[in-house]
């Protein structure tokens, strides 16, 4: 599989590795699949009894047969993937596909985790190094942190929004040390977002630092997203009478474009669901066809608060290949701050159980669809993208108590933050960057 740039098309395609070490490509795109391979056969060869690291092995050799054979591809998995997802039924026709079980307990641990695995593999056989910057709304950057924290060829720079992540959140972010280094940005995750995106255009930095990306818009964090979708079709399609649904709650996309993508390769799906919170851009787009990216609104769903959703961009490469148009494959629910809470505890009420603000949107939007389709047969699967205890204070406001915080949680806790205040301005971004690294990272071109 080789890659073009979401922005040109009639560009030289590059590989795997070039494309993660770039992140970006050289006029601004998102690196994208050159081709669609076929893959229904192999998709529907999995089944009840393949693990998670069983999908993901057979799709990373199927993807990428001359840089990894069947040895080498399940190895990488392996070593991608100590941790696994889990299904759990919420109700008649609704089940949890359960994102929350690695080490920064968010789904964006199965990108990151896979991310760091093939990036050092790339960086020793180039013998270069590299500096990560990857903005967050709050779960990216913990994920990122953890998995590349440690490893000697790599920097990592995480920029947040100050005061709009959860506390929680926050000391994820800021705690490590060593090689990960937090930026507290004073303005909104788009200001983030944009800032990361001018330093990969900025002709200075580029010329002194090898800048690349461990946000969703770097296809190396978006290619195993997909393998999770394919392997909860494998151990349900047994069960499937009719129709199968995916509900995604979604912020920057990247989640909702990676199943896409397992859809487009053969995986058997009727639609998707894109549950927002009050960020609205993308089912407002699906509903009228007017994309109109605007200022981020602060929600209980921090993750979510994206006004310009980066993956946006490579939805529209995907479709416009096709026959067929976005809305009629992906449609979009839009959920309040009242109804998270109400969901949220819902769910609580009936399971005892209870789930982020995040996988409330989806929830919510999943029981929506049920009730607009009585006696149909279709099973929705809702991605639950983090462990609720991330979020104590808005489950307290939900629930009116605190869930139980994972021990690999609870103790960052009582660490100290560490983090630098910077403008939301390229300028500041820029500063930081010549001064803690201008002159450590040796000039190696990616490609070789």
Same mark, same amino acid.
């Given at each position: 599989?080789?890659?073009?740039?979401? %922005?040109?098309?009639?560009?030289?395609?590059?590989? /795997?590795?070039?494309?993660?070490?770039?992140?970006?490509?050289?006029?601004?795109?998102?690196?994208?699949?050159?081709?669609?391979?076929?893959?229904?056969?192999?998709?529907?060869?999995?089944?009840?009894?393949? @693990?998670? $690291?069983?999908?993901?092995?057979?799709?990373?050799? =199927?993807?990428?047969?001359?840089?990894?054979?069947?040895?080498?591809? %399940?190895?990488?998995?392996?070593?991608?993937?100590?941790?696994?997802?889990?299904?759990?039924?919420?109700?008649?026709?609704?089940?949890?596909?359960?994102?929350?079980?690695?080490?920064?307990?968010?789904?964006?641990?199965?990108?990151?985790? /896979?991310?760091?695995?093939?990036? +050092?593999?790339?960086?020793?056989?180039?013998?270069?190094?590299?500096?990560?910057?990857?903005?967050?709304?709050?779960?990216?950057?913990?994920?990122? =942190?953890?998995?590349?924290?440690?490893?000697?060829?790599?920097? &990592?720079?995480?920029?947040?929004?100050?005061?709009?992540?959860?506390?929680?959140?926050?000391?994820?972010?800021?705690?490590?040390?060593?090689?990960?280094?937090?930026?507290?940005?004073?303005?909104?995750?788009?200001?983030?977002?944009?800032?990361?995106?001018?330093?990969? !255009?900025?002709?200075?930095?580029?010329?002194?630092?090898?800048?690349? @990306?461990?946000?969703?818009?770097?296809?190396?964090?978006?290619?195993?997203?997909?393998?999770?979708?394919?392997?909860?079709?494998?151990?349900?399609?047994?069960?499937?009478?009719?129709?199968?649904?995916?509900?995604?709650?979604?912020?920057?996309?990247?989640?909702?474009?990676?199943? &896409?993508?397992?859809?487009?390769?053969?995986?058997? !799906?009727?639609?998707?669901?894109?549950?927002?919170?009050?960020?609205?851009?993308?089912?407002?787009?699906?509903?009228?066809? !007017?994309?109109?990216?605007?200022?981020?609104?602060?929600?209980?769903?921090?993750?979510?608060?994206?006004?310009?959703?980066?993956?946006? +961009?490579?939805?529209?490469?995907?479709?416009?290949?096709?026959?067929?148009?976005?809305?009629?494959?992906?449609?979009?629910? $839009?959920?309040?701050?009242?109804?998270?809470?109400?969901?949220?505890?819902?769910?609580?009420?009936?399971?005892?159980?209870?789930?982020?603000?995040?996988?409330?949107?989806?929830?919510?939007?999943?029981?929506?669809?049920?009730?607009? +389709?009585?006696?149909?047969?279709?099973?929705?699967?809702?991605?639950?993208?983090?462990?609720?205890?991330?979020? !104590?204070?808005?489950?307290?406001?939900?629930?009116?108590?605190?869930? +139980?915080?994972?021990?690999?949680?609870?103790?960052?806790? =009582?660490?100290?933050?560490?983090?630098?205040?910077?403008?939301?301005?390229?300028?500041?971004?820029?500063?930081?960057?010549?001064?803690?690294?201008?002159?450590?990272?040796?000039?190696?071109?990616?490609?070789?």
């Amino acid at each position: 599989m080789k890659f073009i740039s979401t %922005r040109n098309k009639n560009a030289k395609p590059v590989d /795997f590795g070039e494309a993660v070490l770039r992140g970006l490509a050289p006029d601004g795109g998102l690196y994208h699949p050159a081709e669609e391979p076929d893959l229904r056969a192999l998709i529907r060869s999995f089944g009840s009894e393949s @693990s998670f $690291v069983d999908v993901a092995g057979a799709m990373i050799q =199927a993807l990428f047969p001359q840089q990894y054979d069947a040895k080498a591809a %399940r190895t990488l998995a392996l070593k991608a993937f100590p941790f696994e997802p889990r299904l759990s039924r919420l109700q008649p026709g609704v089940v949890i596909l359960e994102l929350f079980h690695g080490p920064s307990c968010a789904f964006k641990d199965f990108g990151a985790s /896979f991310l760091a695995a093939v990036m +050092e593999e790339q960086l020793v056989q180039r013998k270069a190094r590299a500096v990560i910057l990857t903005a967050t709304s709050g779960d990216t950057g913990s994920a990122v =942190a953890h998995a590349f924290h440690g490893r000697d060829n790599i920097d &990592v720079v995480i920029l947040y929004p100050s005061g709009r992540v959860s506390p929680l959140q926050e000391q994820q972010l800021t705690t490590l040390g060593g090689n990960v280094t937090a930026l507290e940005v004073q303005g909104s995750f788009d200001d983030c977002q944009r800032m990361v995106k001018e330093a990969f !255009v900025d002709p200075e930095l580029q010329k002194t630092l090898q800048l690349t @990306s461990a946000n969703s818009i770097n296809v190396g964090r978006l290619i195993p997203q997909s393998f999770y979708y394919l392997w909860a079709f494998s151990q349900l399609k047994e069960q499937l009478q009719d129709e199968l649904v995916f509900c995604v709650p979604s912020g920057n996309f990247g989640n909702l474009t990676a199943g &896409v993508l397992a859809w487009r390769w053969g995986m058997p !799906v009727s639609d998707f669901i894109a549950a927002t919170n009050a960020n609205d851009v993308i089912p407002e787009y699906l509903k009228t066809g !007017v994309y109109s990216p605007r200022p981020s609104i602060a929600t209980p769903a921090n993750a979510m608060d994206v006004g310009n959703p980066s993956n946006f +961009e490579r939805l529209q490469s995907i479709f416009s290949e096709g026959a067929l148009d976005i809305s009629s494959v992906v449609s979009g629910v $839009v959920v309040d701050d009242e109804t998270i809470y109400r969901t949220m505890k819902s769910v609580y009420t009936d399971t005892g159980e209870f789930i982020c603000p995040h996988t409330a949107t989806g929830v919510y939007a999943a029981r929506r669809r049920l009730a607009a +389709e009585p006696g149909a047969d279709v099973t929705i699967v809702t991605l639950a993208t983090a462990h609720p205890g991330k979020f !104590v204070e808005v489950c307290r406001h939900a629930v009116g108590h605190e869930p +139980e915080i994972p021990e690999r949680l609870a103790r960052l806790l =009582a660490l100290e933050k560490r983090s630098i205040l910077v403008d939301n301005t390229l300028n500041g971004l820029r500063a930081v960057l010549m001064e803690r690294f201008g002159g450590k990272i040796p000039e190696v071109p990616w490609a070789q």
